[in-house]
Structures are given as C-alpha cells and as structure tokens.
C-alpha cells in the first residue's frame, strides 16, 4: 500500500514511496495545504506534528488570520495569499479568483494514482489534482484537470500544473539550464533570494534552448554528485513554459510549473474540461547522481516508447555533415555501401532531397523525393539499405514551409501571419499554423504517404524556427487566445498517430539541435537530438547537461566521427560511445584505413552499448569545474560499469590527474577490469566496490586530449 489517508484527523493524505514520502491534507477552513516532502517517514502517524500548521487561530466566530499554513497544495487565489497562483480564473460575472475546497478524494484499486477533488465555494467549477505514483522509482507525476460544471463560461487567464512546496526556513540552491542553438544545457545556479525566480521560454513552439522545463533545488546548496538532498522537477510540455521558483519573506520557498500565460488565454465552457501537462516530480538524499537515479528508472520503466525503451539503438549514418544540401542517388546509394561495410545498422538520408532544396531558401514543404536528383524515387535506396541489413531513415521538417515552394503558392493562408504585419523570414522559412484542423490533416496524410512510399524505418523530425508572428486570419479570439497551447497539442497528435499506426517506426526528436528536450517528447521519442554541435569540447559540456535530466541512449547528433580536426580519434570515440554512437564521415572519400577504424569502433560499441545504453550516469569530475570530465556508467543491475575520462584543459602537462572515487556499486560487491587498452596490465585486475568507492582509481589523463574508457564487470556474487 502506498496511500495512507487519516479522514478523522485532517484528512490527512500520505504518499509513501520506496525511499520518499509525499504528504498534505485539509485544514480547518477546508483548503488543501502541503504538509511535507522528503525523506521516507515511518507512516501517516508521523505526520501529527504537523497538527498545529492546520487549526485557524480564532476570536470568537470570527478567524483573526485565515490560515498558519499558506503553503496551498494548488493556489488558486485564496485570501491573504500574494504568492504565486498554479490559476487565475474569472467568471461570467466579473468576479476572478478560485475559492477551492476540499471535496473528496478517489484512489485507483493498484493503489497507483489518487485524485483529491476541490470545489470551488461559490461557483460550478471543480479542479482535481492527480498524483501518479511510481513507488519503486520514488517518482511522482502530477497535473490539474479543471472541469466546468455549469453552464456560463469560464475564462482560464492561467491554468498552470502543480504547485510544489518544500521545507521551510532554509536556504535553497536553483540548478537550472540556459543555452542557445550549439550551445544547449549550460549548467548555471544560483541561491534563492527573497524573491520570485522565474524560468521560461515563450519562442511559441518549443521548450528551449534558452532556458529548459527542468530544475533542481538543493537544500543549504550542499548536495555534490553523491551525497545531499535534491528535488527534480520535469514539466512534461514542449512549447511555451513557466516554472516559477518563490521565496517569501516568512521563509517559504514554492515552486510553479505550467503553460507559460504570456499570449495564453482559455474560455472553458460549460460542462467543458481542460487537462493541464504532466511534471514529473522526484526526491534524493544521495546528490544529483541520487537524483538522476530515480529520473533514468522512471524514464527507462514508464515514459519511453516501450519499443526502444530496453532496446540497444542502432549505430546510425547521416547524410548530413559530408554533404549537407548536395546529396543525389548516386552519392547515397555510394554511401549505403560503405556503411553497410563498416556495421552500421540505421542510414539516415538528411535535409537536401526535395525539390529545388539546394540550399535552405527552397522546397521545404514539399515532402517528395527530386525527380532530377532522385529520379527513381528514395523506395529503391530504402531497398538496397534493407538488402544490405540496415534501417532506412530520412528527415523532415513538416511544421515549416519555403515561401518558395508548392505548399506555399497554393495555401499562402495556411502559415501564421497577420495580415497588417510584414512577412518574418528566419532560415528563409515561414511556420505552418497547425492549430489549423486542416493543415494537421494535411501533415498526418503526407507524413503517413512519405512513410509507406519511401519504406521507412525511421523519421527525424525537425523544427528550425521559433514563432514571431501568432496571427491567424479569420480566426476568432477564443482560438488566437489558445493557439499557444493548440500548436503544441497538435504536434502531439501528430506524433501519437505515428506512434499507434507504425509501432516499429523510430523517431528522432529534433529542433534545430536540442530545441525540445524534455519530458513532454520523451514519452513519443526514441531519440533526442542533444544538438547540432559535434565539436568534440563542446560536447563534453553539452552531454553533461543533457544526462542531468535524460537518459543517454537518447543522446542524439549527426556525427560522432564527422571532421577530424585537431581532437585524436581516441578522444572522439570514447566521446562516441557515451551516447547513440553515429557516423557523419564522408565515407566515400575515406581511406581503406579510415574505413576499418570506424568498423572497428562499431564492432567495439556493438559489444559494450547493451550496458551503456542500460545505466545510471555519474559525473564524477565535471568538464565545467575541472580541466577534466570523468564519467562513470554503471549498469542499473549493478553487474557491469565503465569509466570514460577526457582531459581537455591542463595548462601543466605531464602531471597525472588526482585518484577518482566512484559510486553506485554494491557493498560486498568486486569488479574486474575487463578492457584497457591503454594500460594492458590493468585488465584481469580484481577491486572490491569498498576499494574502488573509498580509495578511487588513477586515470592515464596527464595532457590535453587524452583520453580513456576503462570496463569493469562484476565477478563473484
């Protein structure tokens, strides 16, 4: 049982989860308020001492302060409260401002999910908070479902998720990501003032990269990689976004997260209901690598499409950084080949094939193969991929359109564009308007025509540009108000339609790079493109930020080995296998011996990616606060784990680096040193896990650009 609820006292409601309690209950004026959230509490006995935070201090009849406890489990406008509202409501009358109150509650018979059902005192309307619990995982998934019961309209001007509120009287450090297009995910924080921190992103149909819906609070700012409490919150949403992170001068520090309200409005009619996104809420005692534990169980166990979810993704080929545009049959049936020789297992036919799409200016919208370039169609491509053993993919970017193209002349209507406003150009492109009924009809036939005709087994989806211009000719207010939210639930449904009608399909999720990392594409995507960045020093910095919040098997790019440059090719390819390893070469043009090193850094990825692709991901040393990165990927059975260590920035070389602790093993437990190529006399070594977590290894880094990957597997019991 994971639900505990004392209706005598309070009703006071307890979630116990396997290391984590989450618990709240009504108070004297009937309002829902959060009581605590942390560690794990013996049971719902222990939460009396919270008793007095749920009386109303009184003269009389009449209470002299409304509450002690202001810490609403979803403020929706109550009396004397200024912080933070999760809604901001008017109705038909004029009057604004939620009155709830409890009104019951409903837990699923699998003892999963609780629903706590408030009411609003004067007017027909009713929220009901979700709590979707995954007990082993110490995750909780919670969101709002506001449902109009009468018959007048309601006008949502905020609708947000949750409301999470944390212990009180202490200070907390904010961990949360800022970036650019080649520069996604940079780490920043900061300590939490006396004042309201807000982060979010309103480019219209995306979540980032300028800021990220995930953030991390740290009590004290005294949690590291293995040890100190840390909260996580993912919102599960992929365009605009708000999470606001308060404190107040009774030292009371809340979180919200939602639908960003800029440019947002919603009528909800009567006997009307709106869902609001998921955020995916966890809790560590054990640092950020605690944290990330929990994050990757969830995701690996609930969130991913279950076809890719335990399954090694396959090494992949993209057309894209050898040729970018100039691609034609001969090219990529030339490149197919040589692919097809060296192991990989997906080829991935990039932007460039439609017509007239020589360069970005051109054919984006016109979702069928050159007949100049491709003149027997991209189906026989597919097949000789096929003949030869490996996946076909190709990319598409169906939210855009050229103004030169063949969508564009004949449906100039159906981009977003007001009509007293000139055209905005960015990458010579124009977005589509999908809150459109007909243009999402008109992507889901093209997508499914583009899918069966070419033989696909792949499809990467892009989005290259942001909103700069929300008209809508012809539309009324209630759908401009909404459109924020429509755009979004409509690449949703999209993805959900391929999804359902083509559960072998794989699909990349990306955005001109990481543009949509998150939660809300992770439950659709097998891959996530992490970014366009391939520059081997950047990506140190860029996977660091990515596996704080997701999975590495998701980590997708065009090319691991894509241009030499200056950076060693060991360097490269231990960077390679951290993620899904993928080749942007010009393998036409490599030599026999270019060629057979990608082979045998295939053939090795192949041996080690069931492992890789099945772990929990500590930065033992990180790339932003050191001249060196240290990953360790431990295998969620705790059977295997690898160490990858770059240095990228001593300024005295020759000088080895300090000895590294790990983490994650099981007491009692030894490993043996299975792989090093670097320094053979380590393989066949034996460590006890005490050994390797108390005293640490010494790592071969003593110059910039070195470099190793070093494999331990579990012996014994």
Same mark, same amino acid.
């Given at each position: 049982?994971?639900?505990?609820?004392?209706?005598?006292?309070?009703?006071?409601?307890?979630?116990?989860?396997?290391?984590?309690?989450?618990?709240?209950?009504?108070?004297?004026?009937?309002?829902?308020?959060?009581?605590?959230?942390?560690?794990?509490?013996?049971?719902?006995?222990?939460?009396?001492?919270?008793?007095?935070? =749920?009386?109303?201090?009184?003269?009389?009849?009449?209470?002299?302060?409304? +509450?002690?406890?202001?810490?609403?489990?979803?403020?929706?406008?109550?009396?004397?409260?200024?912080?933070?509202?999760?809604?901001? @409501?008017?109705?038909?009358?004029?009057?604004?401002?939620?009155?709830?109150?409890?009104?019951?509650?409903?837990?699923?018979?699998?003892?999963?999910?609780? !629903?706590?059902?408030?009411? %609003?005192?004067?007017?027909?309307?009713?929220?009901?908070?979700?709590?979707?619990?995954?007990?082993?995982?110490?995750?909780?998934?919670?969101?709002?479902?506001?449902?109009?019961?009468?018959?007048?309209?309601?006008?949502?001007?905020?609708?947000?998720?949750?409301?999470?509120?944390?212990?009180? %009287?202490?200070?907390?450090?904010?961990?949360?990501?800022?970036?650019?297009?080649?520069?996604?995910?940079?780490?920043?924080?900061?300590?939490?003032?006396?004042?309201?921190?807000?982060?979010?992103?309103?480019?219209?149909?995306?979540?980032?990269?300028?800021?990220?819906?995930?953030? *991390?609070?740290?009590? &004290?700012?005294?949690?590291?990689?293995?040890?100190?409490? @840390?909260?996580?919150?993912?919102?599960?949403?992929?365009?605009?976004?708000?999470?606001?992170?308060?404190?107040?001068?009774?030292?009371?520090?809340?979180?919200?997260?939602?639908?960003?309200?800029?440019?947002?409005?919603?009528?909800?009619?009567?006997?009307?209901?709106?869902?609001?996104?998921?955020?995916?809420?966890?809790?560590?005692?054990?640092?950020?690598?605690?944290?990330?534990?929990?994050?990757?169980?969830?995701?690996?166990?609930? +969130?991913?499409?279950?076809?890719?979810?335990?399954?090694?993704?396959?090494?992949?080929?993209?057309?894209?950084?050898?040729?970018?545009?100039?691609?034609?049959?001969?090219?990529?049936?030339?490149?197919?080949?040589?692919?097809?020789?060296?192991?990989?297992?997906?080829?991935?036919?990039?932007?460039?094939?439609?017509?007239?799409? $020589?360069?970005?200016?051109?054919?984006?919208?016109?979702?069928?193969?050159?007949?100049?370039?491709?003149?027997?169609?991209?189906?026989?491509?597919?097949?000789?991929?096929?003949?030869?053993?490996?996946?076909?993919? +190709?990319?598409?970017?169906?939210? $855009?359109?050229?103004?030169?193209?063949?969508?564009?002349?004949?449906?100039?209507? &159906?981009?977003?564009?007001?009509?007293?406003?000139?055209?905005?150009?960015?990458?010579?492109?124009?977005?589509?308007?999908?809150?459109?009924?007909?243009?999402?009809?008109?992507?889901?036939?093209?997508?499914?025509?583009?899918? !069966?005709?070419?033989?696909?087994?792949?499809?990467? &989806?892009?989005?290259?540009?942001?909103?700069?211009?929300?008209? &809508?000719?012809?539309?009324?207010?209630?759908?401009?108000?909404?459109?924020?939210?429509?755009?979004?639930?409509?690449?949703?449904?999209?993805?959900?339609?391929?999804?359902?009608?083509?559960?072998?399909? =794989? #699909?990349?999720?990306?955005?001109?790079?990481?543009?949509?990392?998150?939660?809300?594409?992770?439950?659709?995507?097998?891959?996530?493109?992490?970014?366009?960045?391939?520059?081997?020093?950047?990506?140190?910095? #860029?996977?660091?930020?990515?596996?704080? *919040?997701?999975?590495?098997?998701?980590?997708?790019?065009?090319?691991?080995?894509?241009?030499?440059?200056?950076?060693?090719?060991?360097?490269?390819?231990?960077?390679?296998?951290?993620?899904?390893?993928?080749?942007?070469?010009?393998?036409?043009?490599?030599?026999?011996?270019?060629?057979?090193?990608?082979?045998?850094?295939?053939?090795?990825?192949?041996?080690?990616?069931?492992?890789?692709?099945?772990?929990?991901?500590?930065?033992?040393?990180?790339?932003?606060?050191?001249?060196?990165?240290?990953?360790?990927?431990?295998?969620?059975?705790?059977?295997?784990?690898?160490?990858?260590?770059?240095?990228?920035?001593?300024?005295?070389?020759?000088? +080895?680096?300090?000895?590294?602790?790990? $983490?994650? #093993?099981?007491?009692?437990?030894?490993?043996?040193?299975?792989?090093?190529?670097?320094?053979?006399?380590?393989?066949?070594?034996?460590?006890?896990?005490?050994?390797? $977590?108390?005293?640490?290894?010494?790592?071969?880094?003593?110059?910039?650009?070195?470099?190793?990957?070093?494999?331990?597997?579990?012996?014994?019991?």
């Amino acid at each position: 049982m994971s639900i505990f609820v004392h209706e005598q006292q309070h009703h006071m409601f307890c979630i116990q989860m396997k290391t984590t309690t989450y618990a709240f209950a009504v108070n004297a004026e009937g309002k829902l308020v959060h009581l605590y959230w942390g560690k794990k509490l013996n049971g719902i006995e222990d939460l009396a001492l919270f008793q007095d935070l =749920l009386e109303a201090e009184t003269t009389g009849e009449i209470p002299v302060r409304i +509450l002690s406890n202001t810490q609403y489990e979803y403020q929706a406008g109550e009396f004397f409260s200024y912080q933070e509202k999760a809604m901001e @409501v008017r109705f038909a009358d004029g009057v604004t401002g939620a009155q709830l109150v409890y009104e019951n509650f409903v837990i699923s018979e699998d003892q999963s999910h609780l !629903e706590v059902v408030l009411k %609003e005192e004067h007017y027909p309307l009713i929220v009901t908070l979700h709590y979707q619990i995954y007990t082993e995982q110490d995750i909780l998934v919670r969101h709002a479902t506001v449902h109009n019961v009468g018959e007048e309209p309601v006008f949502l001007r905020k609708v947000q998720s949750a409301t999470f509120h944390f212990p009180r %009287e202490i200070p907390y450090r904010l961990t949360h990501y800022a970036g650019n297009c080649a520069a996604e995910y940079q780490r920043k924080e900061q300590v939490l003032d006396v004042c309201r921190t807000v982060i979010q992103n309103n480019h219209g149909n995306t979540s980032g990269p300028q800021a990220v819906p995930f953030v *991390m609070l740290d009590p &004290w700012a005294r949690a590291y990689e293995q040890e100190g409490e @840390v909260y996580a919150i993912a919102l599960q949403w992929s365009g605009n976004f708000k999470i606001t992170c308060e404190r107040n001068v009774l030292g009371e520090v809340s979180l919200t997260a939602g639908i960003n309200e800029e440019g947002f409005g919603m009528i909800l009619h009567g006997g009307s209901v709106y869902d609001t996104p998921e955020v995916t809420a966890g809790y560590s005692c054990n640092g950020f690598g605690g944290i990330r534990e929990r994050l990757y169980d969830y995701q690996l166990d609930h +969130l991913l499409p279950r076809r890719c979810a335990h399954t090694p993704f396959p090494v992949l080929y993209n057309s894209w950084y050898p040729y970018q545009f100039s691609i034609d049959e001969e090219k990529i049936a030339g490149l197919i080949d040589r692919a097809a020789g060296i192991g990989v297992e997906l080829f991935v036919v990039d932007d460039g094939w439609m017509p007239g799409r $020589m360069d970005e200016r051109a054919g984006l919208g016109d979702w069928y193969a050159c007949e100049k370039r491709f003149p027997n169609g991209l189906k026989p491509l597919a097949d000789r991929a096929h003949e030869k053993g490996m996946k076909f993919g +190709l990319w598409i970017e169906p939210e $855009m359109v050229n103004p030169d193209s063949r969508l564009f002349r004949e449906h100039p209507d &159906w981009v977003l564009q007001s009509p007293t406003r000139r055209q905005t150009l960015s990458r010579n492109q124009l977005p589509l308007n999908l809150a459109r009924e007909d243009v999402l009809e008109y992507l889901i036939a093209t997508i499914d025509r583009v899918i !069966e005709e070419y033989g696909l087994d792949y499809l990467k &989806w892009d989005m290259n540009r942001y909103i700069s211009d929300s008209g &809508w000719k012809d539309a009324s207010q209630e759908q401009r108000d909404r459109l924020p939210v429509t755009l979004i639930e409509n690449v949703y449904r999209i993805w959900q339609h391929l999804n359902e009608k083509y559960p072998f399909l =794989l #699909l990349e999720n990306c955005a001109h790079g990481g543009a949509r990392a998150d939660y809300g594409m992770l439950r659709y995507a097998d891959r996530i493109n992490r970014s366009d960045n391939a520059l081997p020093l950047d990506v140190l910095l #860029l996977h660091e930020g990515f596996t704080d *919040m997701i999975v590495p098997k998701c980590a997708g790019g065009a090319g691991t080995f894509s241009g030499a440059g200056e950076i060693p090719y060991t360097f490269r390819e231990n960077l390679g296998f951290t993620g899904s390893l993928s080749i942007g070469a010009n393998l036409l043009t490599c030599t026999e011996e270019e060629l057979e090193r990608y082979r045998k850094s295939i053939e090795q990825f192949k041996k080690e990616r069931e492992a890789l692709q099945d772990s929990y991901v500590y930065h033992l040393l990180s790339a932003r606060e050191t001249p060196y990165a240290v990953w360790q990927y431990v295998k969620r059975d705790r059977t295997a784990f690898m160490i990858f260590g770059f240095c990228h920035g001593r300024h005295y070389p020759d000088t +080895l680096i300090q000895r590294v602790r790990l $983490m994650g #093993l099981p007491a009692g437990a030894c490993y043996e040193c299975v792989s090093d190529e670097q320094y053979p006399e380590e393989t066949g070594k034996i460590y006890s896990a005490e050994a390797l $977590m108390q005293i640490g290894i010494q790592l071969p880094l003593k110059s910039n650009f070195s470099s190793v990957r070093r494999v331990f597997r579990r012996v014994g019991n």
